[in-house]
């Protein structure tokens, strides 16, 4: 990543610092926290239906049983999330693995660990504007497509697809990348674009309005992919060893609940935290969820895993330097978290 971006980074932590940051989000779950209880902030990259689990741990009182008092806090984008984490207004961060390596090669003194894979897939889907069945990725020839951030997971991994398919994303189609994230969804039902790269609930809000069709899943045509992650400061891991391992035990229970339950066990339990989402629809998005294998059965980040993250990131011409797994992965939290 460009040296612009620490840069940015820097200029938000001392905005924050100033400001105080982020929107909370209702985390209340079944059990009673106790004064002995270990406040922590968690900042998420975003508020998605995609992160069921953790929503699961939250609304079943996981956490309140680990002895965590959590305050989540959604920073609506990667960069926001990492500034949280760096600043200290946030114990942990979660958000795609791949701004852990654009810190560490900017040569962030205290930088940040990867400790918990919570997605193995990628969580957009592709839509068009018509039914296509027999669609194929040369069907994106010619055209223009609503993408995302420049260096951002859903971007990359939607090129790195592309180019998999032999297809060029600077010359072989026109992909806009001026819009925000979440804006996305509304552009394209008002005529934008002939496809859209979208995260739920967008894709499934443009089909149920008739505004669109999904033709792909870029999770599952770009494989498994370490896609979003807990991590939390190399400092802070290594002084407060328990609080990880009890954080990282929380969000397995969450895990095993969403890997024994069905989707409609599982939208019943995490309603809460998205009102404003039906039942049908949030049923209807964790079943497309559940059904492409997005959830590990574990937190653990292998490094195979992390490997082909660095390949998406060579590919996609952002990786500057490759750090060895050994300094921004420690698997060891979900390993036990898993072997309880």
């Known amino acids: 990543m460009k040296k612009r971006f620490f840069r940015f980074l820097t200029t938000l932590i001392c905005i924050s610092a100033l400001l105080g ?35 699961v741990a939250i609304q079943e009182g996981y956490f309140e049983e680990e002895g965590i008092d959590l305050t989540l806090i959604t920073g609506f984008g990667a960069d926001k999330t990492m500034t949280a984490v760096l600043s200290g207004e946030a ?39 018509e039914e296509m069945p027999d669609f194929t990725w040369e069907d994106l020839k010619g055209k223009n497509v609503l993408g995302g951030r420049k260096g951002g997971m859903p971007e990359m991994i939607f090129e790195y ?6 297809i060029d994303p600077a010359t072989d189609l026109s992909i806009d990348q001026s ?15 002939d496809f859209s790269v979208e995260f739920e609930p967008g894709a499934t ?6 505004n669109g069709y999904v033709v792909a899943s870029l999770g599952v045509d770009s494989g498994y992919v370490p896609y979003t992650a807990f991590s939390a400061k190399a400092e802070y891991i290594k002084e407060n060893p328990d609080i990880i391992q009890k954080f990282t035990n929380a969000l397995q229970k969450g895990l095993d609940y969403t890997r024994t339950h069905s989707p409609e066990e599982i939208a ?16 209807a998005i964790v079943t497309r969820y559940h059904e492409q294998d997005t959830w590990k059965e574990n937190l653990i980040m292998e490094e195979d895993s992390y490997q082909l993250l660095l390949e998406v990131l060579s590919d996609s011409g952002e990786l500057t330097n490759s750090p060895p797994y050994t300094e921004l992965v420690d698997p060891s939290y979900a390993q036990k978290a898993c072997n309880k």
């Open 21 to 55: 940051s982020s929107v909370l989000c209702g985390c209340s779950g079944k059990g009673n926290t106790s004064k002995d209880s270990v406040k922590i902030t968690l900042n998420e990259v975003a508020h998605s239906i995609f992160y069921a689990p953790m929503y």
């Open 91 to 129: 114990e942990i961060g979660f958000m795609g693995p791949e701004t852990t390596v654009y810190t560490y090669n900017e040569g962030a003194q205290d930088y940040v660990v990867n400790f918990a894979q919570l997605t193995q897939r990628a969580g957009n889907f592709l839509v068009a504007r």
């Open 161 to 166: 697809i592309l180019r998999q398919n032999e």
């Open 179 to 193: 819009i925000d994230f979440g804006s996305t969804a509304a552009a394209f039902a008002s005529g934008k674009g």
């Open 205 to 210: 809000s443009l089909e149920l309005e008739g």
């Open 268 to 283: 019943k339990v995490i309603a809460p935290q998205f009102k404003e989402t039906d039942s049908e629809t949030l049923t």
